[in-house]
């Protein structure tokens, strides 16, 4: 292989088969790519004056990733000339066809021309502008050639353009042999396939410094920015093997392995590419050329909070804290304050996972705000307000302290916090039940440009914030029923996120957690059984609560009971309020279907206090809800009305379309209920207002489909148009009943004793 590279790359730091430490010791060397590159600069400086404003500026665009970009084929570049200036393609072909098949005397003459471009007084090009710098250093290194270096390097030139001419011949053939409507879809397909494709961004021997940097660059910039457009993480992790292959001491290509080696959650390979990134720092002196003496112990104090952080990232807590006290150690003894604020920072976090420490957190914001550390301030606030949002602070103190913080954001142009800021509040809304504000947050988000520059093509904001975001966003869609538009965003979702990527796994569980939802609404219990393990191993508790909830479908209600009880304990163990109240909820509805209607009061009681206590208003009024029900069970309908009308406005306003029908139906029940003591003509008028109360929790019955409860609306329905001799009405109810019912028959459940 070496000696393959010898002869088509004339690397000097190859000889005698050997490759020498320091391959980067010559900036760049002379190969048939940077010849077709040399003839497209020879031929923009001769047509220059013919060529049109937009060609020029088109073209102008283009050198760039070409002069600093990996070697491509010809057949490659041709098609990226001819997309700028079909004219200028053609020149280029017959120049380059002229060289290599004329003698070797051409392309001596070739090189001895391009030095006439920087003299007379108004040289074409500039020696200090970057085409001037990539012409004197091509130059430059064909000058120090032998002559059988030369030699190779023009039968490596003819062997280039042959094996374009080869590939020319043969599509020439596909083209008689092919009808029209193929070859329009085939070109259609080239044209999708995005501007670089992997076996054309294969570096089949070393490259340059230039080119090494490019590389390492644009993947870097893409795994941050848009993880799809980067290579595979096989395919990066092969051409970085074949970096170091050649430069064993190049610090970054191990840091971008590191990157990669997180994409796959290979905790092996990017623990060691992370310890060898800080070896090659302190070897090659690169920290204590900028930092004077203290660059290795920077480098030792870094490594170590760097290696902290990856085993938290990977839920290894104990070496992550051993690993953190020694950065604290090295930090402290250096007296580095902003190493320490970093380890503050990380060392909050580490408690975290065993108990809440909003001390350590508020002394971190201080410090960080005290040495100028913005970004670790802004981080530091963003986690306060989320701890005390889970802890049931007031909304409006909340949003006051991420305005404090956006004002940070703004003021020091820190896009990607500005991002998890509108994310946070997205949140935030969703746990107080907001979902008009939620909905408000997301769209803010997604409309907003980024600050950071990117390349053109490449998507901007592919972070988790926007994962998050869009996740929310298919709920709150999938939560109104429109379904497509949620499958559409989770399409987007897939695309913009693939499998392998590090935050695949939020849409996966919001992809489960609809599918969940769609098949209990359609009766489909087998069907979100299968889904309950999927959601388990995205969300444990998730998935228990789901597994329960199939259960009390099924009427396995002691099983769902048991589960239950397991759950509670472990959220009020781990203080995740939210599901405490929902397993609440969960259990009154248990009992309910087991005619335990007494029991049911003081588990919703229960659970009204944490809601309110927490500041959770939509489970407030979900379990207003679940009370008003429970008195209309114990036979006090008139009471279930007045606090009915406290706890359906929120509901209406921002609940999902299945609660918004359930206190419809709830509210139509306690009128029927309460009609019976009144007066012949107010009980006509309150069951008018049942059926109109009805009509509604119809609609929104069937906008999500739910089939068992749109049963029971047309069944309860029916009898009431039937008390008031409307018949051919009552007759239609009763046809759609009976379809539906043929269709899920009931399971035996009487319809009062279910809410939901």
């Not at 969960?586 to 049911?600: K, Q």
């Not at 919703?604 to 207003?624: G, H």
């Not at 001799?725 to 279910?754: D, S, W, Y």
């Amino acid at each position: 292989m070496a000696s393959l590279h010898d002869s088509l790359y004339f690397n000097p730091m190859l000889t005698n088969g050997v490759v020498h430490a320091n391959v980067f010791g010559v900036r760049d060397w002379v190969t048939p790519h940077k010849m077709a590159l040399l003839v497209l600069l020879s031929e923009l400086g001769r047509a220059g004056p013919q060529l049109g404003l937009l060609e020029r500026r088109r073209l102008n665009r283009l050198l760039l990733p070409l002069l600093q970009g990996p070697d491509m084929a010809l057949s490659r570049l041709r098609k990226a000339i001819e997309e700028c200036c079909p004219h200028l393609a053609g020149s280029v072909h017959i120049r380059l066809k002229l060289m290599a098949e004329g003698e070797l005397k051409d392309m001596e003459q070739f090189f001895d021309d391009l030095s006439d471009s920087f003299s007379g007084t108004e040289p074409e090009v500039h020696k200090t502008s970057v085409v001037g710098l990539f012409l004197r250093h091509m130059i430059l290194a064909y000058n120090k050639l032998s002559f059988s270096q030369v030699y190779k390097l023009y039968t490596a030139l003819q062997q280039y353009f042959q094996k374009d001419e080869k590939k020319d011949g043969a599509d020439e053939s596909d083209m008689e042999l092919t009808n029209p409507e193929e070859l329009d879809g085939k070109m259609e397909k080239e044209e999708l396939d995005g501007p670089l494709r992997e076996e054309e961004i294969a570096c089949s021997g070393p490259l340059s410094q230039k080119q090494a940097e490019y590389f390492l660059s644009q993947q870097a910039s893409l795994l941050k920015n848009d993880e799809t457009k980067a290579l595979a993480p096989a395919s990066l992790q092969k051409e970085l093997n074949n970096l170091l292959k050649f430069n064993p001491d190049f610090a970054e290509a191990h840091y971008l392995s590191y990157l990669n080696s997180i994409r796959v959650q290979d905790v092996f390979s990017s623990t060691h590419s992370l310890l060898h990134y800080f070896d090659r720092l302190i070897l090659t002196g690169a920290e204590s050329k900028s930092n004077g003496d203290e660059g290795y112990g920077r480098s030792l104090r870094y490594a170590a909070l760097n290696l902290a952080a990856l085993h938290c990232r990977f839920g290894h807590y104990q070496q992550a804290e051993l690993a953190l006290q020694e950065a604290i150690r090295i930090a402290q003894e250096s007296n580095d304050h902003v190493c320490l604020q970093h380890c503050l920072s990380w060392l909050y976090i580490l408690e975290q996972k065993i108990f809440d420490s909003c001390v350590l957190l508020e002394h971190s914001v201080n410090k960080s705000l005290h040495f100028g550390l913005p970004y670790l301030a802004s981080l530091g606030i963003q986690s306060l307000v989320q701890q005390r949002a889970f802890a049931g602070k007031a909304a409006n103190k909340l949003m006051d302290a991420l305005k404090d913080s956006d004002v940070l954001h703004w003021k020091h142009s820190l896009s990607e916090l500005i991002d998890i800021s509108i994310a946070q509040k997205t949140a935030i809304w969703r746990l107080y039940g907001r979902s008009t504000m939620a909905l408000q947050q997301a769209q803010t988000l997604l409309s907003m440009n980024s600050l950071e520059a990117v390349n053109v093509g490449v998507q901007q904001n592919n972070t988790e914030s926007f994962a998050v975001v869009l996740c929310h966003l298919a709920e709150l869609h999938a939560e109104q029923g429109y379904f497509a538009a949620a499958s559409e965003i989770l399409t987007h979702l897939k695309e913009r996120f693939p499998p392998n990527s590090q935050h695949a796994q939020l849409w996966m569980l919001f992809d489960q957690k609809i599918q969940f939802e769609r098949a209990m609404n359609d009766g489909r219990y087998h069907v979100a059984d299968s889904l309950v393990a999927g959601i388990t191993a995205l969300n444990s508790i998730e998935g228990v609560y789901r597994k329960a909830i199939v259960l009390k479908a099924q009427n396995q209600m002691s099983e769902a009971h048991k589960l239950l009880q397991k759950l509670l304990i472990h959220c009020q163990k781990i203080k995740n309020t939210e599901m405490v109240i929902r397993v609440l909820l969960c259990m009154a509805e248990l009992y309910w279907r087991s005619s335990c209607h007494t029991i049911a009061l003081p588990v919703l009681l229960q659970a009204l206090a944490l809601a309110r206590e927490y500041s959770l208003q939509y489970l407030a009024s979900e379990t207003v809800l679940n009370l008003a029900f429970s008195q209309l069970i114990l036979g006090i309908p008139e009471q279930a009305l007045n606090i009915l009308h406290m706890a359906i406005e929120p509901v209406l306003a921002h609940g999902a379309v299945l609660d918004k029908g359930c206190a419809m139906f709830l509210v139509a029940k306690c009128q029927v209920a309460s009609a019976a003591s009144y007066t012949p003509r107010k009980k006509i008028e309150a069951l008018e207002s049942a059926i109109l109360n009805l009509n509604e929790a119809r609609s929104y019955f069937a906008k999500v489909d739910c089939k068992e409860q749109l049963r029971d609306v047309l069944y309860f329905q029916a009898r009431l148009l039937h008390t008031l001799g409307r018949t051919q009405e009552r007759n239609k109810c009763a046809m759609l009943f009976r379809q539906l019912h043929q269709e899920l028959p009931a399971h035996g459940v009487p319809l009062i004793n279910a809410f939901k």
